[in-house]
């Protein structure tokens, strides 16, 4: 009874040793993603190369693509030739391991459709068509995200970028109004989400109730709604109007 007892206790201390390491080397490997993250977002004059030299050393498939997904935004943004970086890009890649669909991945990475989304617009300002449909083919090839509010969003924003369908505008007005119950979606975030929606909504010239419009406001005033406001060229009109606002106060 001893010695089966000690075997038990053994292979939970294996286990916990095994998991402690994969878990220690997971941070690792998101510390490095967060660090070339950071650069962007600070704007920093390096950013792009060490976006680079991480693409290259990163042996994580997942962040990997993460990381590709922020130097192919910066090749846009910068007019730099982004061809190869687009062959590389891999959005399953995010979301699958050993070739199967992984939900505990979509739980580590569900932030990536926040860079799907300033990308696309970022492609569609700059009128990289090839971008656009290579994004949404990539992510017509994952359905099995198709119960995730993020992803149906960043195909809304597809929608409605290149005039498809109903431009995306029901579902975004849905998520305005609160009707999403049936999906999916990181709770943390929703507020974003609702922003993006009514960015896209004042993109395409929908009305939009003033609780929103300060909401836009709001948004400019971030580094993200900057650079998705800014692509959408919607960036000076509402950030306009909150320093007018502040003015009279």
């Known amino acids: 009874m001893e010695l089966l007892l000690f075997v038990v206790m053994l292979l939970i201390l294996i286990y916990v040793f095994y998991r402690n390491y994969k878990l220690i080397g997971r941070y690792t490997h998101d510390k490095k993603f967060i660090e070339a993250y950071r650069s962007l977002l600070n704007q920093e004059e390096n950013a792009y190369e060490k976006l680079s030299t991480y693409c290259d050393e990163e042996t994580s498939l997942d962040l990997k693509n993460k990381g590709l997904?922020?130097?192919?935004?910066c090749e846009i943004n910068e007019d730099k030739n982004y061809l190869d970086t687009l062959k590389q890009l891999n959005l399953k890649d995010i979301?699958?391991?050993?070739?199967?669909?992984?939900?505990?991945?979509?739980s580590t990475n569900i932030d990536t459709f926040i860079w799907v989304n300033i990308l696309l617009a970022k492609a569609r300002n700059k009128s990289k068509f090839d971008v656009l449909n290579t994004l949404n083919e990539q992510l017509l090839s994952i359905p099995e995200l198709d119960n995730r509010l993020e992803y149906n969003l960043s195909k809304a924003l597809y929608n409605c970028l290149n005039e498809k369908e109903d431009g995306g505008i029901k579902f975004m007005s849905d998520l305005l109004e609160g009707n999403y119950i049936e999906y999916q979606y990181d709770k943390k975030l929703?507020?974003?989400?609702?922003?993006?929606?009514?960015?896209s909504l004042a993109y395409s010239g929908e009305l939009i109730e003033d609780y929103f419009k300060q909401d836009l406001s709001d948004f400019s005033n971030s580094q993200l709604g900057y650079m998705f406001m800014e692509a959408l060229d919607i960036y000076d009109k509402y950030h306009l109007e909150n320093k007018e606002e502040n003015t009279e106060e």
């Open 69 to 73: 997904l922020l130097k192919l935004y």
């Open 95 to 106: 979301f699958y391991k050993d070739g199967k669909f992984s939900s505990a991945l979509v």
């Open 190 to 199: 929703i507020a974003l989400y609702k922003r993006f929606a009514a960015a």
